[in-house]
């Protein structure tokens, strides 16, 4: 539905986008996801038309756009204010888009009380934005942008103003939206939990570079760099260094001397490597499992944080890892600070990082 061939993006001497590449898949829901200031609103401005790209190519449904004006785009977009008619009605702000398309009366109403019908906004039709919630305008907002049946719907940050109850719920509502109408999302957001929540893939952002595209699985297990890694949710970045390979796996050493086993690589041996490890796959134990990957430690500080333990260990060779233990409120499974225990790693839960 989307596709991106070698966009570039430069104000006078800065780079805001560099050489980016991909495609968006008909009826996805894709997040550009990344710090402020990386690149994403002005991907979303170069899709929307707002913005015009110093080289590269943008195509919407196969057509190419590049130095078409927003409204030659069959994309509507949502903005983090909302942009609402101040002294329009709800159903006027909605009817709007469909007025200044010349639409007939009867099929103005008929779409419009069906979006209303969809977006849960009938209690709300005869009044002002000033006179509703955060959540109820963010709703008006979806409502106006998805009656024109838009082929792609943007949404650069809109639910950044809502307060953290009202925005977790609003991702679901959201979700379920874009299921239902069948329309491509592209979500921009600065929140991790929110991009993996409610996105079929997910495009890190960076410095103006996409770091790397792929579904919320792939993002957060299989980190294709250091920087996915470490902004995706909690992480552990270990230095390491190949030192040959058995049948099935490759094997390295760590800081202090500690050889672990990894998923098999044909990265030469006396390479330097990093890996990446998820706190939660790293497994506690009191006794030595003699799992390939198990060595002693110590528990150095334990943080209580409801449904898990927040640990940090040390091994006897000096190296410190973080993990996450599910709390289950049973005091004889707890691990507590300053207890020895054994920890145990499985090659597979290991990933190879680009620096």
Not at 223 to 251: C, M
Request: proline fraction near 5%; hydrophobic fraction near 40%; include cysteine.
């Amino acid at each position: 539905m989307v596709e991106l061939r070698d966009v570039t993006k430069r104000f006078d001497t800065f780079e805001a986008l560099k050489c980016a590449s991909f495609e968006i898949k008909a009826g996805e829901f894709m997040t550009f996801l990344g710090p402020s200031g990386c690149g994403k609103t002005t991907c979303l401005r170069l899709i929307s038309g707002f913005d015009s790209p110093t080289s590269g190519q943008i195509l919407i449904d196969g057509r190419d756009v590049t130095l078409d004006p927003p409204y030659r785009r069959d994309v509507n977009q949502v903005f983090q204010n909302y942009a609402l008619f101040p002294h329009l009605t709800i159903y006027e702000n909605i009817a709007f888009g469909l007025r200044m398309k010349r639409v007939p009366a009867p099929e103005i109403k008929k779409r419009v009380e069906r979006v209303i019908q969809m977006t849960s906004l009938e209690a709300f039709v005869d009044r002002k934005p000033a006179q509703m919630s955060g959540g109820q305008r963010q709703r008006v907002a979806l409502a106006r942008a998805i009656i024109c049946e838009p082929k792609v719907l943007l949404l650069d940050e809109p639910l950044s103003a809502l307060d953290a109850k009202l925005r977790t719920q609003m991702r679901g509502e959201l979700k379920q939206l874009q299921k239902k109408l069948g329309i491509t999302f592209i979500f921009v957001t600065h929140d991790q939990e929110e991009a993996l929540a409610m996105s079929d893939r997910v495009a890190v952002i960076n410095e103006g570079h996409v770091e790397q595209i792929g579904t919320v699985h792939e993002i957060y297990y299989q980190p294709a760099t250091r920087f996915v890694a470490s902004f995706i949710g909690e992480t552990n970045i270990i230095e390491a260094e190949v030192t040959g390979a058995d049948a099935t796996h490759t094997l390295c050493r760590v800081e202090g001397g500690l050889t672990l086993r990894i998923p098999i690589s044909p990265t030469p041996v006396g390479s330097k490597i990093l890996l990446s490890l998820r706190p939660e796959k790293v497994r506690l134990h009191r006794a030595d499992t003699s799992d390939r990957n198990s060595f002693p430690a110590r528990i150095s500080r334990e943080v209580f944080k409801g449904a898990v333990d927040d640990i940090t260990l040390v091994t006897e060779a000096g190296l410190e890892l973080g993990a996450l233990l599910p709390n289950d409120g049973q005091t004889e499974r707890d691990f507590h600070e300053g207890e020895p225990i054994f920890a145990s790693i499985r090659p597979e839960d290991i990933n190879i990082i680009k620096a």
